[in-house]
């Protein structure tokens, strides 16, 4: 009954598809499970256990003032795994982003990078508010001299485009623990190739490696990638 439920929300701590039980019983009785929601949310985090209904109880926790830090935590690891192993995520993890860009606090850069990518994927969403994001997300990454080929989507504005027309941007998903290393080679449009070159591509985030090159008219590139762990290509 109700009683038992409200007693279980406030001290049950146990495996997180029990507490999850739990939440989904507690609110047919309409009791409040904000502490509840933050302990199912905080051993996602440190436990890396998931279940279903993770979105609703994330959603149920920022609408009923759930505690900002844990917040902006599980909102960072989500964005982690959307942007580094395209884990299927949300909006509302975005526009969590977004609320608190337009409130002036500090994001971390990984939430920044996932922002941008989700609304360049998902471009029929953006409105102004996210486009006012997303341009300052795009210029702080170029500063950091970060091009991605997803930046293409942002039609709007010629003059971040104007800066990737020019642009071949190679973009490789490597295991975290592992460097990527591209070799390659210029072929001119008389077929002539130039000398091979081999170097590591920048590790921008969790093995999400980038390397871009400035191609004249008539040049291609020839290229192969090969992953290295502690000193041995794979």
Known sequence: DGNLLQYL???????????????KAAMAYEIDCRYLCGDILTQMLYCKAYVGEEMEIFRYYTSHNGEE???????ARCCYDYFVSDKLVEECIFRE????YEMGADLQKICRYA??????????RVDQQILAAAKSFLLEMLAEDIRLNMMRSYTEFPDIMLLLEDRT??????APDSAARISYCIIHDSGEAEEEYSEYMRDIVGGYCVKEFLLFFGESLQYYISEQEQGTDV
């Open 9 to 23: 929300v406030t001290y049950y701590q146990g495996p997180i598809r029990v507490m999850r039980d739990i939440w």
């Open 69 to 75: 830090q844990l917040i902006v935590a599980y909102m």
């Open 97 to 100: 982003v977004l609320k608190r």
């Open 115 to 124: 922002f941008v990518k989700y609304y360049a994927e998902n471009h029929d």
């Open 169 to 174: 941007i190679i973009e490789y998903h490597a």
